[in-house]
């Protein structure tokens, strides 16, 4: 990717940063804040994220630590503290269902960002599957996210594996469409989409 991430305007207003004591532009603030963690995510590709903000994984080929930093602005010299983040984060995962816990028992382990919703992810997996003609087909992992010479499309390549399984277990198979093949380890040896 050639171009930074373009913050909007509001991302350089100096009040955003601070946590506002009025519960009504506290609401206001956190839906700018979630616009702006979404959109920076989407941009950027990136699935999960830890609770300071940091990008964990993302479908694009990038240095993560060579992205611009999403909760500071330097040309206003301000950054969100983590009372704040945490605010911010909370409304992205309690309100606007647009976020997850990667594991709740250890929120440690940072945050699915859904700028695409599991059930969209599902459909665009299912979609690829049945276009391709492999309806049916014992797939790995590797074949339906990373394989070049599966036609994955641009909108599948790289998708976090974690990610994946969570969109297989929590959508597909509840669905219907899928099943899991497990190996002696337990380790999942194939997909079949159905």
């Known amino acids: 990717m ?5 913050f909007p305007k509001i991302h350089s207003f100096p009040p955003l940063y601070t946590k506002q004591p009025n519960a009504t532009i506290l ?3 956190l839906d700018s804040w979630s616009q702006i963690v979404l959109q920076y995510c989407e941009y950027y590709k990136i ?33 969100v503290n983590s009372d704040l983040q945490t605010s911010i984060f909370n409304h992205l995962i309690h309100k606007l269902n647009k976020a997850e816990y990667i594991n709740p028992k250890k929120p440690d382990l940072g945050i699915y960002i859904y700028w ?7 459909q665009l997996l299912y979609d690829f599957v049945d276009k391709s003609g492999q309806l049916g087909t ?9 394989s070049e010479d599966s036609g994955v499309p641009e909108s599948l390549r790289n ?4 990610l994946l399984i969570k969109v297989l277990k929590e959508v597909l198979i509840k669905q219907g469409k899928a099943q899991l093949l497990m190996t002696e380890e337990g380790e999942i040896g194939g997909v079949k989409i159905v």
């Open 2 to 6: 050639t171009t930074e991430f373009t």
């Open 27 to 29: 609401s206001n603030q």
């Open 47 to 79: 699935t999960s994220m830890t609770l300071h903000g940091t990008p964990k994984v993302s479908q694009l080929d990038v240095n993560l630590e060579s992205l611009p930093s999403l909760f500071q602005n330097k040309t206003i010299n301000r950054t």
């Open 116 to 122: 695409r919703t599991i059930v969209e992810w599902a």
């Open 138 to 146: 014992v797939l790995t992992l590797y074949e339906l996210t990373k």
């Open 159 to 162: 998708l976090d594996e974690a």
